[in-house]
């Protein structure tokens, strides 16, 4: 099992900046990939980066150049970086991890949210 928390939400203007984070606990050898989704009023969960345990990373085009998402595998720490933000970024950020189990089958997890407001 992985559990996740994340932190750093917030409310800013349009333009600013903001940093997630998301530490898991748990089985955190077992994890893969981590990254962040959002969920903004009345639309679908949707991609907002993942990164590998390499280090692969992975954007979505509306966030791409603003956004940047870094890990710290000694930490078993996820961020991501928001520069220049949008109101239209404004969501409920979800952190998210991967892997495989100790009997080989794969898991999902996901943290609590946390809440991102960006006023005009």
């Known amino acids: 099992q992985v559990q996740l928390v994340g932190s750093g939400g917030g409310l800013v203007q349009a333009g600013g900046s903001l940093r997630l984070s998301c530490a898991a606990s748990?089985?955190?050898?077992?994890?893969?990939?981590m990254g962040w989704y959002r969920q903004a009023p009345g639309k679908q969960r949707e991609l907002v980066a993942t990164?590998?345990?390499?280090?692969?990373?992975n954007y979505a085009d509306s966030v791409k150049g603003r956004f940047t998402i870094s890990r710290d595998n000694a930490k078993n720490t996820v961020y991501l970086q928001m520069n220049s933000l949008k109101p239209e970024d404004t969501a409920v950020y979800y952190c998210?991890?991967?892997?495989?189990?100790?009997?080989?089958?794969?898991?999902?997890?996901w943290g609590q949210g946390t809440q991102v407001t960006v006023s005009s």
């Open positions: 990164i590998s345990k390499a280090g692969n990373t």
């Open positions: 748990g089985s955190t050898a077992s994890i893969n990939a």
């Open positions: 998210y991890a991967d892997g495989l189990s100790y009997g080989g089958s794969f898991y999902s997890a």
